[in-house]
């Protein structure tokens, strides 16, 4: 089940980032910036995941 909502979750994220990339566009960011952003947020939100999610236990 938890493979099902993951996927679900990425094609709908996949979907939504034309919006954002229009968005980025109208407020004047070239092709190259729009993908610099997207890494930024990407890693920024891989980084916090990783802090809550996949502490080692000791």
Do not use: E, H, P
């Not at 070239?30 to 980084?47: D, E, K």
């Amino acid at each position: 089940m938890n493979s099902v909502v993951c996927i679900t979750s990425a094609g709908i994220l996949w979907g939504i980032i034309a919006i954002f990339i229009s968005l980025l566009k109208d407020l004047g960011f070239n092709s190259l910036q729009c993908v610099a952003i997207r890494v930024f947020f990407s890693a920024l939100c891989l980084v916090s995941y990783l802090s809550i999610f996949d502490r080692i236990k000791n």
